[in-house]
């Protein structure tokens, strides 16, 4: 049957203190039967979201919740690179601590890579019984129009490439990370199409994105012209 499976689950964290403990209470309640370990990588947030991570440490273990801070806002790229060295598991999933990623299609993920053999399931959000919850109209048309942009001239064979909330194989992750370079809301885009490029096969599991329940969202207009800026850049290099 060949090893069993362990997954590295990498949560990076800034001011996240009202959401951590509930997305580790139910990453432990929906895969209770796999190997697990969650990282948390977690950029000098001022609101104690680290002594909060430290306390579920006393009540999960440390073994089983590993927290790895850094002393400031880094970027998301550096910071799943930082938890990747931590990393123990062959399987690494990523995904966001404010709840928008519900960890109950955690067990769909690791279900459909073991029916497919994928290097990389990614959630999405735009296919049927996807979708998406609490976001405006602007919003979501900013979202649609990214990806649609994104598809027309990328061509990545993948519905939704903006989506965080996915696991790879630990082998392909390292690969791909290695050759992005770039920051913010773009990272994800870059790392699916390099993905996409390099041959990795590339599954999908419908989900249903949450906007954040508590705190505030991160996206704004600087990060809407970096996409634009990403995008250009992948166009010219992929």
């Not at 590295?8 to 209470?25: D, F, H, K, Q």
């Not at 209770?32 to 969650?38: L, Q």
């Not at 600087?222 to 992929?238: A, D, N, P, W």
Request: net charge positive; proline share 3%; glycine share 10%.
């Amino acid at each position: 049957m060949g090893l069993k499976n362990k997954y590295s689950i990498i949560i990076p964290t800034y001011n996240e203190r009202l959401n951590i403990a509930l997305i580790v209470y139910l990453v432990f309640k929906h895969i209770s039967d796999v190997d697990f370990e969650i990282i948390v990588v977690d950029d000098g947030s001022p609101d104690g979201t680290q002594d909060i991570v430290k306390q579920l440490q006393k009540v999960y273990g440390e073994d089983r919740i590993l927290l790895r801070p850094r002393p400031q806002k880094l970027g998301l790229g550096t910071a799943y690179i930082h938890g990747l060295k931590h990393a123990s598991g062959n399987f690494v999933v990523i995904m966001d601590a404010d709840l928008s990623h519900h960890p109950k299609y955690l067990p769909r993920f690791i279900k459909k890579q073991m029916e497919t053999g994928a290097n990389i399931v990614t959630g999405t959000r735009y296919v049927s019984s996807g979708g998406v919850h609490g976001w405006n109209l602007m919003r979501k048309l900013t979202s649609r129009g990214a990806n649609v942009l994104a598809q027309t001239l990328l061509w990545p064979g993948v519905s939704d490439l903006t989506g965080s909330f996915r696991l790879y194989q630990k082998s392909a992750l390292e690969d791909i990370i290695s050759s992005c370079v770039s920051k913010g809301y773009v990272f994800q885009m870059e790392m699916i199409v390099r993905a996409s490029r390099k041959g990795y096969r590339i599954e999908e599991v419908p989900i249903t994105f949450v906007d954040r329940v508590f705190g505030s969202s991160k996206l704004g207009g600087s990060e809407i012209v970096e996409y634009l800026k990403g995008l250009l850049y992948l166009l010219v290099t992929t």
